[in-house]
């Protein structure tokens, strides 16, 4: 049989029973693993036995678990409460502060858990009634909510880039290190967003009254609810970067610090940590049934010959190399619309790496660009998973429509950050080169 027939046979078999809602990771590994035997016969059993016993060897895989202990305890604790009290007061003052400030609490609580939703959960509680109520025009706010909330996968520690790395073999703490430079850029990019729209419409986000703005000595007590936040990124990233631990390591001083944090908050409890450590074995079973599924898939498309076939044809798309990316971000871009990243990066991932390598880009800067993309689903419709998070804690008055018409400003700015890390990739790879050389 051909093999542009047995590519066809797959990746049909693998839409059939997607569209009949078969759950991702079963499809990819249960249809793999059936082509793998008519492919190969048993060996091919051995062959996938043998690469899922040498991942699970891989020290990196407990950073999973331990990131996502930390993330759910940190959430738990309390600190954004603080922390938004204390952007209150700095930002308050200027027009569309309060959304800057809110953006800002994004970056840093992004720094502290490693996944998307939990800044989009926390601040549609916190953030988004006290910005309504103060007249902020609802899809700015509900906007900058939504695109803050997605750089948890992006600004390092990130538990896709964990995933990235242990299905592409690139290094995690390089991953890491690449995404501070393009999640500051995001930063800006929204912050100049609001402010320019803000400045130029000021019904949009209007300032504090001034009897209502905070004194310097308010201020600068305010200060303290970043000290037990900036403590945990200090210790977990500069223990990575400056080499005196490895990311799974890191991983563990950050729970340490996220327990101390939880504790000091008052919010340290049985209930808790027994809601924490179940809601972390779902989410960690869960990335074990994603890694066969991966390994199974990969497998099986070499097996197949379909990774030759897909670079032949990725040679027929005008533009070279560039036209080849540009395919790729674009398909990334439709896909994040109606898959989950997990999924996304299941099913594209042994597809594009043999031809990002090919085309002699660094799989480092590509993977940068493709968890941004990642992020791009997050926050886009119909199916983005942060835009039924914040519709499941807005207030009644927030529709679903709303949300839907509050992110695509926020996606050409998104966007716009992609294209600035294409045209200089220093952007991405300036820290890496920093600490790893």
């Not at 800057?100 to 609580?109: D, Y």
């Not at 858990?113 to 700015?140: C, F, H, N, Q, W």
């Not at 429509?401 to 716009?416: E, K, N």
């Not at 220093?426 to 600490?435: C, G, M, T």
Request: charged share 10%; aromatic share 14%; proline share 5%.
């Amino acid at each position: 049989m051909s093999v542009e027939l047995l590519t066809l046979l797959f990746f049909g078999a693998l839409l059939l029973f997607l569209m009949l809602g078969t759950p991702l990771a079963f499809v990819l590994g249960g249809v793999s693993v059936v082509f793998l035997y008519f492919e190969m016969g048993t060996i091919g059993f051995y062959l996938l036995a043998s690469k899922m016993w040498e991942t699970m060897q891989s020290p990196t895989l407990m950073a999973v678990p331990l990131f996502v202990f930390m993330a759910i305890l940190l959430e738990k604790s309390g600190v954004a409460n603080d922390l938004y009290d204390m952007m209150h007061q700095w930002f308050g003052g200027l027009r569309g502060g309060l959304a800057i400030g809110t953006v800002l609490i994004c970056v840093i609580f992004a720094a502290m858990s490693g996944i998307s939703g939990a800044a989009v959960v926390t601040m549609g509680t916190i953030a988004l009634p006290k910005m309504l109520e103060r007249g902020y025009d609802k899809k700015l706010a509900l906007g900058a909510i939504n695109a803050g909330g997605g750089w948890g996968i992006l600004i390092p520690p990130s538990i896709l880039m964990v995933l990235y790395s242990l299905l592409t073999e690139v290094s995690v703490g390089r991953l890491f290190a690449a995404g501070i430079g393009p999640g500051l850029t995001l930063f800006v990019l929204v912050s100049l967003y609001i402010g320019g729209r803000c400045w130029l419409q000021p019904h949009l986000g209007p300032a504090l009254p001034v009897e209502e703005r905070a004194d310097w000595s308010q201020k600068i007590r305010s200060l303290k609810a970043v000290i037990l936040p900036i403590m945990i990124v200090v210790i977990v990233l500069g223990a990575i970067f400056g080499g005196f631990a490895t990311p799974t390591e890191a991983a563990a001083i950050g729970v340490f610090g996220s327990l101390v944090a939880t504790l000091i908050n008052g919010q340290l409890t049985w209930k808790v940590l027994h809601d924490a450590s179940i809601a972390t074995l779902k989410l960690t079973a869960l990335v074990m049934w994603i890694l066969f599924a991966a390994h199974a898939f990969s497998t099986a498309y070499t097996a197949l010959g379909a990774q030759s076939l897909i670079s032949d044809l990725m040679g027929y798309i005008p533009g070279g190399r560039w036209g080849a990316l540009f395919f790729m971000l674009v398909l990334l871009f439709f896909f994040g619309m109606v898959l989950d990243p997990v999924g996304i990066m299941l099913i594209t991932l042994p597809v594009f790496l043999p031809v990002v390598r090919d085309a002699g880009f660094d799989p480092i800067w590509f993977g940068i660009l493709f968890i941004i993309m990642m992020e791009v689903g997050y926050m886009t419709p119909p199916f983005g998973f942060n835009l039924f998070y914040l519709k499941g804690v807005a207030p009644p008055d927030v529709t679903m429509g709303d949300i839907y018409a509050s992110v695509f400003p926020y996606v050409v700015v998104t966007l716009i950050g992609v294209a600035l890390i294409i045209l200089f990739p220093e952007i991405a790879l300036y820290f890496p080169r920093l600490f790893y050389g």
